[in-house]
């Protein structure tokens, strides 16, 4: 049952907002990782980015997972939803296709049946 933004309740509204960041800073994290930090290490032989990244990487992730199990409870985020928007965390701009992909379906992140 989709969440009308207008008349959801406040904490349903928070959380999606909250996804919104959680995800944005996930996949920032992740392509900063990958196509900066990474490449660096391996062509030019500086270990210092990966090493810093790294964590802050990791800590972005474990939060994007938290927060992505907090919106699915408090939107009603069908299960197909929360695996796909957990499988696009992998992949680099995955997090940020998958929030236009939910902008475009005009749903603001609310449950539809696209992910």
């Known amino acids: 049952m989709?969440?009308?933004?207008?008349?959801a309740p406040q904490g349903a509204q928070?959380?999606?907002r909250l996804f919104h960041h959680a995800a944005l800073l996930e996949g920032?994290?992740?392509?900063?990782?990958?196509?900066?930090?990474?490449?660096?290490?391996?062509?030019l032989g500086e270990p210092g980015f990966v090493k810093a990244l790294g964590p802050i990487h990791g800590m972005a992730f474990l939060v994007y997972v938290w927060v992505l199990m907090q919106s699915s409870s408090a939107c009603a985020w069908p299960r197909k939803r929360l695996l796909l928007l957990l499988l696009a965390a992998f992949i680099p701009f995955g997090t940020v296709?998958?929030?236009t992909?939910?902008?475009?379906?005009?749903n603001g992140g609310r449950h539809q049946d696209r992910a």
Do not use: E, H, N
């Open 97 to 99: 296709i998958a929030l």
């Open 2 to 7: 989709p969440i009308d933004p207008d008349t």
């Open 28 to 43: 920032s994290t992740l392509v900063l990782l990958v196509v900066v930090a990474v490449p660096l290490k391996y062509l």
């Open 14 to 16: 928070r959380s999606a």
């Open 101 to 106: 992909r939910m902008q475009l379906a005009g």
